[in-house]
Nanobody, 117 residues
Framework: QVQLVESGGGLVQAGGSLRLSCVPS????????MGWFRQAPGTDREFVAS????????YYLDSVKGRFTISRDNAKNTAYLQMNSLKVDDTAVYYC??????????WGQGTQVTVSS
């Protein structure tokens, strides 16, 4: 079964930057849209950003607008989340999620992002 493979998490100081990447494990699954969600301890998973594969239309959680940028490389079938001006409140496990053109929902295993003060 195809899964999403995430990379790029880590530990950074407040104000720093990280870039997350996400790609289907088979490299070729036809994607309709892909996005990032996050879950901090004791909270529900929340939407962060998403992008439509064909049009490139992007959507963001209000609290990350102006700081995070989602993009995709169609040739590599990869999505990126550039996170700048990181805050302690951004600390969470970040999950990549996607919908294929066949309507299947895919998830990654999650990558930890920790922002220290």
């Amino acid at each position: 079964q195809v899964q999403l493979v995430e990379s790029g998490g880590g530990l950074v100081q407040a104000g720093g930057s990280l870039r997350l990447s996400c790609v289907p494990s088979d490299g070729s699954t036809d994607i309709y849209d892909m996005g990032w969600f996050r879950q901090a301890p004791g909270t529900d998973r929340e939407f962060v950003a998403s992008i439509t594969w064909t049009s490139g239309n992007a959507y963001y959680l209000d609290s990350v607008k102006g700081r995070f940028t989602i993009s995709r490389d169609n040739a590599k079938n990869t999505a990126y989340l550039q996170m700048n001006s990181l805050k302690v409140d951004d600390t969470a496990v970040y999950y990549c999620g996607a919908t294929t053109r066949r309507g299947e929902k895919l998830w990654g295993q999650g990558t930890q992002v920790t922002v220290s003060s």
